[in-house]
């Protein structure tokens, strides 16, 4: 089914809530806020799949799958994501996974008459020495961070996909990159986690066992950018409705703090009355990392949720969810 759709400038999303909408990875981090936000909007024909019932990465059942349902829009949250020691461990799976998965509903998409497409990759694309805060012009400017390159390849190569088909096709396929996340139905696991959950969880743990301090890796100094999972959902539903450009879009909060603040806030908002104390002989990492949103600031968006806020919704989730 080629050209299926020549109009590179879809309907408003936000003009029919009964659209049939594929959120693909809806049980993760970013697609369970999605489809939370969807459904406070009104939204009554998502279409959800988990990974026993529908597999991203095998070609065919992809194509059976859009053949059968033919969704209006899709929404790409789906991804193998995962920290430092596991793209050090697995960059086979980190590569060939997400090029499957892009690559599959990507194609797909456009083939069964999708009108709009909304791919989400990450910060993690630009390159290591970038400009501060990251532009969306500084993508591939440079060489990318080692230690996740065979993630960032895959989510560059989900990008000029995108780009690609809009030249080629007139289809409206567009890119979000969002910053550091965080919020309801993030990773807590002791070992793998990033730095605010894994925060809030030695705090935690701390607190419950009476601990009289937590020990942090570092001087605290380096600063960092958060984006509640929530905020960023706002902004995917703004963009699905507001924009069809062909360059990638920068999702942050705009908003630089500390690891030291960060650890403050999180040790105030889960109530740990010990000490914090920085062992400054264990390496701080990179000294600042903040994308420049102001791109999506001037197309009429901006988050609305504060890091106090938003940790105090994500701690309360954690108490229902994950503590022991």
């Known amino acids: 089914m080629s050209g299926a759709n020549k109009n590179a400038a879809s309907p408003s999303f936000l003009s029919d809530k009964s659209a ?62 995962g920290g430092i020691h596991a793209n050090n461990t697995y960059p086979a799976d980190f590569i060939a996974v997400n090029l499957q998965i892009q690559t599959n509903v990507i194609d797909a998409a456009y083939r069964f008459g ?53 030249i080629q096709y007139s289809w409206d ?50 600063l960092r950018e958060f984006l509640h999972v929530d905020d960023l959902a706002d902004g995917v539903v703004f963009m699905m409705d507001s924009y069809s450009g062909l360059e990638h879009v920068n999702v942050g909060s705009g908003k ?16 740990f009355e010990g000490r914090l104390v920085w062992d400054s002989t264990k390496p701080d990492g990179t000294p600042r990392k903040l994308m420049d949103s102001s791109k999506l600031a001037g197309l009429g968006w901006t988050p609305k949720i504060s890091l106090k806020d938003g940790l105090v919704d994500t701690y ?7 503590k022991q």
């Not at 019932?53 to 899709?74: G, H, I, M, W, Y």
């Not at 959950?197 to 100094?221: D, I, Q, Y």
């Not at 703090?257 to 403050?264: G, N, P, Y």
């Open 256 to 271: 630089e703090v500390t690891i030291k603040e960060l650890a403050e806030l999180v040790k105030e908002v889960v109530g």
């Open 114 to 166: 999708v009108k709009k497409l909304l791919f989400l990759g990450s910060s993690c694309i630009y390159p290591k020495f970038a400009p501060q805060p990251i532009p969306e012009n500084a993508l591939l400017t440079g060489p990318l961070e080692p230690t996740n390159e065979w993630y960032a390849i895959a989510k560059i190569a989900g990008i000029k996909m995108c780009q690609a088909y809009r």
């Open 20 to 81: 049939k909408v594929f959120v693909a990875g809806h049980r993760g981090l970013v697609g369970s806020a999605i489809v939370r936000k969807l459904q406070a909007l009104g939204f009554t024909n998502l279409v959800l799949r988990t990974h026993a019932e529908l597999d991203l990465t095998r070609q065919a059942d992809v194509e059976s799958f859009f053949a059968a349902e033919k969704p209006q829009f899709v929404i790409l949250a789906a991804a193998k994501v």
């Open 173 to 222: 396929a567009i890119s979000g990159m969002p910053t550091n996340l965080y919020g309801p139905h993030d990773n807590f696991h002791p070992e793998n986690s990033h730095v605010l959950p894994a925060l809030m969880r030695r705090f935690h743990e701390a607190k419950v066992k009476g601990a009289e301090e937590v020990v942090v890796w570092g001087t605290g100094s380096p």
């Open 316 to 322: 309360s989730w954690y108490l229902e969810n994950v």
